[in-house]
């Protein structure tokens, strides 16, 4: 019996991804999910109570789940001690390829984006996904900063920079019907510019130069 309820739950997880991608958030109501599953309304909120609930098992299944190996590397990375651009660069491969070939967490995104000013689907999204991803980076980052590898700087507002520069350079691929997937040999130059950049930004200056 067990089973057979976990594999309905995943299957109006499924269903409801779909219908985001298919007709947007705001149409893809309950009573539309309940319809197009082919039972009662009571039914679909015995498993989801909320719309709420249903959005957050739908990120967590199809975009946070997605991003498990790359937040894995942090934390490997933090309890480590990995030196900071060994870390940034392990992690960015994993985090572009998800980003870059993910055409499921592409959809979704665009979809979320698109919801976000006329719904709270924004925030769940990102409490649900982003949020522990930039949690990790800014503990990486504040370990690097006790270490004397980089420069005092905000971990918060540092790991939001560096997320971004490693997304500028496939954030168009959103923009795109049916990208061409990446491979990784393409992906970590990719990293590594991204990498470089954010460590030269945050470099400790020599004690004379930041005197004078």
Known sequence: MRVMTDERRADIIRLTALLFE????EAASMSEISRRLGGSKSTLYRYF???DDLVVAVVRTFVTAHMADAIAELES???SGRPLK????RFGVLALKVVANDSRARSLHRVIVAAAGQSNVGELFFAAGPAQMFSLLAQLITLSVQRGEIRAVNPE??????TALLNAQVSGRIYQQAPQAL???QLRPMVIVAVDFFLSALAVMPEGKAQG
């Not at 507002?157 to 560096?162: D, G, R, T």
């Open 183 to 185: 491979k990784a040999a």
């Open 22 to 25: 298919q007709i947007g958030y």
């Open 86 to 89: 060994d870390a940034l660069l």
């Open 157 to 162: 507002i540092a790991s939001q920079q560096f």
């Open 49 to 51: 109570p909320t719309k």
């Open 77 to 79: 990375s933090i309890d």
